[in-house]
């Protein structure tokens, strides 16, 4: 029987990805991370004896605190109740995780972080579909507090370089996040860390690509994506409220993706699924 406050592997893994969902926190030290320098999705990393500093962040959220094997999480999760804060323990932590076969993010694909433990990222201004797409993706399961640079065109290489960002979306030599091929750049993100083995977002991907590369017949939702895409695109003058916006249309697509698939449009009232959900 599972220990209390804790949460199970299968059930943490229907909860990535949703924005109402818990804040995952990895409290592994350097040396267990060293061990498995891999991520769950979305997760965040912090220090498990500097808690108490960093607890503030979650005030509104519930959390789910990893380590290595369950048994330091506790602590942490214990520490952040007393704050106020609901937390659970991943049970049997990292190496739980991985022995159900469920998706981990190498953190050596990731560009560098910030000193506030932040990735940070830069591509064109005037996103269309694949530059909301891409940042939706990376804050959801990658890193929430991810930074975005919409800069123009011509300016997206020197501003990169300039704040240790990695560029996406753009047509230049080395770039790693772009497209490839057939492959819009989202494509690539979801196979390069391995996030292609969530079946939503296998499900979302041919929506995004047939959207982003004037392919509608990949998908038959991927020309309403663009239209709605589009309409944001003439709402919004600032990429950053757009990207808000789009936010939320991504989180449709990947809701109706996880869950609606088979549902047709009827006049039963379908009543949301509870928070967290």
Not at 30 to 53: C, I, K, N, T, Y
Not at 65 to 90: F, K, M, N, Q, Y
Not at 143 to 154: E, H, I, N, S, Y
Request: charged share 25%.
């Amino acid at each position: 029987m599972p220990a209390l406050n804790t949460i199970q592997s299968d059930k943490l893994y229907r909860l990535i990805g949703i924005p109402n969902g818990p804040a995952i926190v990895d409290v592994r030290g350097p040396e267990a991370f060293q061990d498995d320098p891999r991520l769950l999705p979305g997760s965040l990393r912090r220090p498990h004896d500097a808690v108490s500093d960093w607890a503030g962040e979650l005030r509104g959220r519930s959390a789910v605190i990893v380590c290595r094997d369950g048994s330091l999480a506790h602590g942490v999760a214990a520490w952040l109740r007393h704050e106020g804060i609901p937390a659970e323990t991943l049970d049997g932590g990292v190496a739980a995780w991985s022995d159900a076969g469920l998706p981990l993010i190498p953190e050596a694909k990731l560009p560098a972080r910030d000193a506030r433990g932040r990735t940070v990222w830069a591509t064109r201004a005037r996103p269309k579909v694949d530059r909301i797409a891409c940042p939706w993706l990376i804050r959801r399961f990658v890193d929430p507090a991810a930074v975005f640079l919409f800069v123009p065109t011509g300016e997206v290489s020197a501003v990169a370089e300039a704040f240790a960002a990695a560029p996406f979306d753009v047509d230049a030599e080395g770039v790693v996040w772009s497209h490839r091929g057939d492959l819009c750049t989202f494509d690539v993100m979801l196979n390069e860390l391995g996030l292609h083995m969530i079946a939503p977002l296998a499900r979302l991907a041919p929506i995004v690509r047939g959207a982003d590369t004037a392919r509608p017949d990949l998908a038959p939702q991927a020309a309403g994506l663009l239209a709605a895409s589009l309409g944001l695109s003439r709402m919004y003058a600032d990429d950053l409220e757009q990207l808000d916006a789009g936010m939320l249309l991504y989180d449709a697509f990947y809701r109706w993706c996880r869950d609606a698939v088979e549902e047709t449009h009827d006049w039963v009232s379908h009543t949301p699924r509870r928070k967290g959900a």
